[in-house]
């Protein structure tokens, strides 16, 4: 048990509050287990996780995260830290429940915006008039003439996750070949998927995708090779001897990008190595990094990513950034290619600092960032909105992030409840609304005249 307060009184429905926090332990055993302390929220009889962190020895950890009241004014509300094991000590400093001030966030992250997604422009306007040589025309410069600049798309991707079955739908295709220019599969390129049964492979519906986006000219990313947590593992995998499942494996791979070679721009290889070891239990701590050398000998133009969720939230001791880092430049020594890094994205609340500082510390890598799948969940579509806004402004504002794959919009065809953006009869929600609005923002429209040099100039 640690300290604890009552704040019923302090919050306001609907709103998102930052908690921040450093905590230490002390009285710890040389060679004691690690310390999981946590920053929760007791709302009437829910818990909510207000963020946490894993105490490896006796220096000071900060604790961020963030929660909202949703559903109706709590009757009791109360914030404690709690965590350590009977006898070791625990001390807390610093901690602070703020709500968020997003339109001040937002209107920082619109100058950031303009210095690293904007670029000077110079377009510069030429006429033809009698008097070149052999009595045909010069070109000189049309000073004065008005310009007008309409920006008709944006290169930064931003794509979505879609299915199969999503095709027999003209409405939900319309809406997905309009606004996005990358795709993921929701489940078509899936071992499990591809191959249910020894032998019995599958790949019909991944290839009607591929011809889809193909069609529309989008770059598709290949999710995913393999996933490492034992619950997404097919029953006759797990059967496998030693041997046989690196056959299996072997084959998995070969026939897959053999397939596939020069469809995928990217390949998650090793889905969610953070949160599972099924294929390095049975096969060893090299397997991961020789499923990322298989793939690069097998498509080199594809770029290979690691994947894996809750690490943009703080709120997940086994996925913290410096875990994340340790274990990509522990595939580095081992000679993978890593190529990217994978930001799944499904959060709650998201608290724009905290996200802009896991993107930092991430960005020392000096690897692509990406969000692969992210969706915001809330039953309220005006907060949802509110909470998308906060990802796609924070991911489109930092240099190292270079794409955004939504993991679905249409309701009906989304993993999270409350999280989708189309209605199911195809009526665009507030969210959706607001995704479209930020397309529009980041748009360049320009309006003026040429100089006397023909020149009119655009500047970020």
């Given amino acids: 048990m640690g300290p604890a307060q009552i704040i019923t009184d302090k919050l306001t429905l609907y709103a998102t509050y930052q908690v921040s926090a450093w905590v230490r332990v002390g009285g710890l055993q040389a060679g004691g287990a690690p310390q999981n302390i946590n920053v929760a929220v007791a709302v009437d009889s829910q818990w909510i996780n207000g963020g946490q962190v894993l105490a490896q020895d006796e220096r000071w950890y900060e604790v961020g995260g963030s929660f909202r009241l949703e559903s109706k004014p709590a009757s009791r509300v109360m914030l404690y830290v709690q965590g350590p094991d009977a006898g070791v000590d625990l001390m807390v400093a610093g901690l602070q429940v703020f709500p968020v001030d997003r339109k001040a966030r937002v209107r920082h992250l619109r100058k950031l915006t303009d210095k690293v997604r904007k670029r000077d422009v110079v377009v510069k306007v030429t006429t033809s008039v009698p008097g070149g040589g052999g009595g045909g025309e010069a070109v000189k410069a049309a000073d004065g003439v008005e310009v007008r600049v309409r920006q008709v798309s944006n290169s930064f991707p931003l794509g979505a996750c879609i299915m199969r079955t999503n095709m027999d739908n003209e409405d939900y295709v319309d809406f997905f070949t309009k606004n996005f220019n990358w795709a993921v599969f929701g489940n078509e390129l899936k071992w499990y998927w591809t191959e249910p049964q020894k032998g019995q492979l599958n790949y019909g519906d991944a290839d009607d995708l591929i011809k889809l986006c193909s ?202 409840d409350c999280a989708h953006l189309v209605d199911a009869e195809g009526e665009v929600n507030e969210a959706g609304c607001r995704l479209l609005q930020l397309k529009r923002e980041w748009l360049t429209r320009a309006h003026g005249h040429a100089d006397d040099n023909g020149k009119y100039e655009l500047q970020k």
């Fill in 215 to 416: 069609d529309h000219g989008m770059c598709v990313r290949g999710h995913c090779i393999f996933w490492e947590v034992d619950n997404a593992v097919q029953q006759w995998v797990k059967t496998l001897s030693t041997d046989d499942l690196s056959a299996a494996v072997n084959s998995r791979i070969t026939g897959l990008l053999t397939r596939y070679k020069g469809k995928f721009r990217h390949y998650d290889v090793n889905n969610e190595m953070l949160h599972g070891s099924f294929y390095q239990d049975k096969l060893g701590k090299d397997i991961r990094a020789t499923m990322f050398k298989m793939a690069s000998e097998l498509d080199p133009d594809a770029l290979l990513f690691v994947n894996d969720y809750n690490v943009e939230s703080m709120c997940d001791v086994r996925a913290t950034p410096e875990a994340y880092i340790e274990q990509i430049i522990g595939l580095q020594e081992q000679g993978a290619p890593v190529g990217g890094v994978g930001l799944q994205g499904h959060v709650s609340n998201p608290v724009g600092p905290v996200v802009r500082s896991v993107l930092d510390r991430l960005a020392v890598l000096g690897l692509p960032l990406w969000f692969t799948e992210l969706d915001v969940s809330s039953a309220n579509e005006h907060v949802r909105a509110d909470d998308l806004e906060v990802m796609l402004r924070e991911a489109y504002a930092h240099p190292a992030v270079e794409g955004v794959v939504l993991w679905g919009f249409w309701e009906l065809f989304m993993s999270r």
